[in-house]
């Protein structure tokens, strides 16, 4: 599977500050998704990465407060945006396993605490 | 909306049982069925999945079955050791092919030694 990468690890911010994620992959891919983890909960997608077109959020999630950039088959940016302490998580970066698989693999996640 | 339950929220079991966790969807075009394991700490580490065409996979001490007429899978983890302890989530694709999932409340599973 796919090595992947993400920065930081964690981070303290300061409520009303945005922060900036970077998932970096070892191999192209063409799914790329956001999750956000809030403290002992599970996983909730907040959208899925496109490659050269706007991402696609879910329910719940919007562009202006999760910009997400994919400049490229194996980069991605999530920002959080004008931050406050109910954005406390673990974001995390997944991609498909490729060749047409179904299978996700996880980024190691950034853990964000918003003071 | 698409939801995925998921049964029960915490399960204890001594070393060398065995331990079963079930979860149900709503979405019928489920077709991608992924376990994924958390320890605390980690990232979530895919376990074994099943496709809807298949009934049952099997891999070592774990094992997955589906129901989709049901809607529902299970996992089966046998002859449970202390390191199977973490926290388990099942999780079902969303529309089909988009590659997206949906994730269950998760499990925490404590095997005592």
Redesign the interface.
Same mark, same amino acid.
């Given at each position: 599977s796919a090595v992947i990468s993400q920065k930081p690890s964690r981070d303290i911010c300061q409520r009303g500050t945005s922060l900036t994620i970077q998932c970096q992959v070892d191999s192209q891919v063409t799914?790329m998704?956001w999750y956000r983890q809030q403290p002992g909960?599970?996983?909730?997608?907040i959208a899925?990465a496109n490659q050269g077109s706007e991402a696609t959020y =879910?329910?719940g999630f919007v562009i202006d407060k999760f910009p997400i950039s994919r400049p490229n088959l194996t980069f991605s940016t999530l920002t959080v945006s004008n931050m406050s302490p109910e954005d406390s998580s673990i974001y995390?970066c997944s991609v =498909?396993g490729g060749r047409g698989h179904?299978?996700?693999?996880?980024?190691?996640?950034t853990r964000l605490t918003v003071l | 909306g698409e939801n995925v339950e998921q049964h029960p929220s915490t399960l204890s079991v001594q070393e060398g049982d065995s331990a079963v966790i079930k979860c149900t969807y709503s979405d019928s075009a489920s077709n991608y069925f992924p376990w994924y394991k958390q320890e605390l700490g980690k990232r979530p580490q895919l376990i074994i999945d099943i496709r809807s065409n298949v009934g049952e996979k099997k891999d070592q001490r774990i094992a997955v079955t589906l129901n989709k007429t049901a809607k529902h899978f299970s996992l089966h983890i046998t002859e449970t050791q202390p390191e199977d302890s973490a926290v388990y989530f099942c999780a079902a694709s969303m529309g089909g092919n988009t590659g997206k999932l949906i994730f269950g409340q998760g499990t925490t599973l404590q095997v005592k030694p």
């Open positions: 799914m998704f909960q599970s996983l909730t997608l899925t =879910e329910s995390l =498909e179904l299978e996700q693999f996880f980024g190691p996640g | -």
